[in-house]
């Protein structure tokens, strides 16, 4: 059986569609979109960074994904899952906490794919300026987290660790355990309301470009995939599970393209344009650069069974606010889950920013609108 791209599978199916309705815009199925690096780091709990990263400078439109702040001490950390793999992670602490009570603390997961060097660190540590203890993680398969094969999908590990990041954050004497929050960036929006779900713990839940990934891989952009073409991503998938048992080389799937030519979808130059730039290309010791933003072929079509915002609404009353640009082509993804979800809620709508440009594009990004909501629910949470 011939191997498909599922980028050219959903690429095709829209635009087939594109031929049949006129004037309407339709969007590039992207399997796995918003991925990034892979990579094999270690880190240890209490271990501090031996270099620090040399201080960034805003680049077009003020992306400043490699951003760093004198206000705030990071170190690495690690910890052990439900499943004792180990989660790796970077801890932010403000540098002037308030000593006489404990501070509020937020975990904030990467996109999809990605390692927590993008996006995930400039959110925590924009959050910890305003003086919250963060914590960004590299989901399980990814950066350097365990778990085997790389790159490989698991929805329920990947919520797993926004509750053991949880964990880890009320174990420390700083934080207040009753004031713990979380933001998911891409596809881990959907990882984290799926983990908000079965974790009280969780006190107001925030997600930034949400891709739902269970919709993403099932129907596509604008529902523009077929059953039929979903049939055929499935059949793909198996019998690359057979080849692979039977000793066959590891096929991977979607990801961002390593290079542009004259017909690259404009939704894949979007995402050239950070994880294959110096914008916010970031490859961890180990990773191979042909495969990073790429999950595994076989593992991929787990998301078909991933209902993330199914009993959204059971998160009630713990706060969610749902973030997402009025030019992102994942808008959808934000609007299904506000829609969905019971009050309290609010879908923030960003002018003028599209899906990649708040992993990173800094004025556009609302850290107020965050550190607001933060402030009043973790409050709140507390008392």
């Given at each position: 059986?011939?191997?498909?791209?599922?980028?050219?599978?959903?690429?095709?199916?829209?635009?087939?569609?594109?031929g049949?309705t006129s004037?309407?815009?339709?969007?590039?199925?992207?399997?796995?979109?918003?991925?990034?690096?892979l990579?094999?780091?270690?880190?240890?709990?209490?271990?501090?960074?031996?270099?620090?990263?040399?201080?960034?400078?805003?680049?077009?439109n003020?992306?400043?994904?490699?951003?760093?702040?004198?206000?705030?001490?990071?170190r690495?950390v690690?910890?052990?899952?439900?499943?004792?793999?180990?989660v790796?992670?970077?801890?932010?602490?403000?540098k002037?906490?308030?000593?006489?009570?404990?501070?509020?603390?937020?975990?904030v997961g990467?996109?999809m794919?990605?390692?927590k060097?993008?996006?995930?660190?400039l959110?925590?540590?924009?959050?910890?300026?305003?003086?919250?203890?963060?914590?960004?993680l590299?989901?399980?398969?990814?950066?350097?987290?365990?778990?085997q094969?790389?790159?490989?999908?698991?929805?329920?590990?990947?919520?797993?660790?926004?509750s053991?990041?949880?964990?880890?954050?009320?174990?420390?004497?700083?934080v207040?355990?009753?004031?713990?929050?979380?933001i998911?960036?891409?596809?881990?929006?959907?990882?984290?309301i799926?983990?908000?779900?079965i974790?009280?713990?969780?006190?107001?839940i925030?997600?930034?470009?949400?891709?739902?990934?269970?919709?993403?891989?099932?129907?596509?952009?604008n529902?523009s995939?077929?059953?039929?073409?979903r049939?055929?991503?499935i059949?793909?998938?198996?019998?690359?599970?057979?080849?692979?048992?039977?000793?066959?080389?590891?096929?991977?799937t979607?990801?961002?393209?390593?290079?542009?030519?004259?017909?690259?979808?404009?939704?894949?130059?979007?995402?050239?344009?950070?994880?294959?730039?110096?914008?916010?290309?970031?490859?961890?010791?180990?990773?191979s650069a042909?495969?990073?933003t790429?999950?595994?072929?076989?593992?991929?079509?787990?998301?078909?069974?991933?209902?993330?915002?199914?009993?959204?609404?059971?998160?009630?009353?713990?706060?969610?606010?749902?973030?997402?640009?009025?030019q992102?082509?994942?808008?959808?993804?934000?609007e299904?889950?506000y829609?969905?979800?019971?009050?309290?809620?609010?879908?923030?709508?960003?002018?003028?920013a599209?899906?990649?440009d708040?992993y990173?594009?800094?004025?556009?990004?609302?850290?107020d609108?965050?550190?607001?909501?933060?402030?009043k629910?973790?409050?709140?949470?507390?008392?």
């Open positions: 059986m011939k191997t498909h791209s599922l980028v050219n599978i959903g690429l095709n199916a829209l635009q087939e569609q594109e049949k004037g309407r815009r339709q969007f590039l199925r992207i399997t796995g979109s918003g991925v990034a690096a990579g094999l780091m270690s880190a240890t709990a209490g271990e501090a960074f031996a270099t620090a990263p040399p201080k960034s400078k805003p680049l077009a003020g992306a400043d994904n490699f951003y760093t702040s004198d206000l705030v001490t990071v690495k690690s910890f052990k899952n439900q499943y004792q793999m180990t790796a992670g970077n801890l932010f602490v403000p002037a906490p308030d000593r006489q009570k404990r501070s509020p603390a937020i975990v990467h996109p794919g990605a390692v060097e993008q996006s995930a660190n959110y925590a540590t924009k959050m910890a300026e305003q003086g919250f203890v963060t914590l960004s590299d989901l399980p398969f990814w950066g350097g987290s365990e778990g094969p790389r790159n490989a999908v698991s929805p329920d590990m990947y919520a797993e660790s926004f053991v990041a949880v964990d880890f954050l009320g174990n420390q004497s700083f207040d355990p009753q004031q713990i929050g979380a998911g960036v891409c596809g881990s929006g959907s990882f984290v799926s983990a908000a779900k974790d009280p713990r969780m006190k107001a925030a997600t930034v470009s949400m891709y739902d990934m269970g919709a993403a891989n099932r129907n596509a952009l529902h995939q077929t059953v039929e073409q049939k055929q991503i059949a793909t998938a198996a019998a690359q599970r057979q080849i692979e048992f039977n000793g066959g080389a590891v096929q991977y979607g990801g961002t393209v390593l290079q542009l030519t004259a017909d690259t979808h404009p939704i894949q130059r979007e995402f050239f344009d950070f994880y294959r730039t110096p914008r916010g290309e970031f490859t961890p010791r180990g990773a042909r495969t990073t790429q999950p595994t072929l076989t593992s991929n079509v787990k998301f078909m069974n991933f209902y993330p915002f199914n009993d959204i609404e059971t998160i009630s009353p713990r706060p969610m606010l749902f973030i997402t640009g009025d992102a082509h994942s808008k959808e993804f934000s299904d889950a829609k969905r979800a019971a009050e309290p809620k609010e879908l923030h709508i960003v002018p003028g599209g899906h990649v708040l990173d594009r800094v004025p556009l990004i609302p850290f609108k965050l550190t607001a909501f933060f402030n629910h973790l409050a709140r949470a507390s008392t």
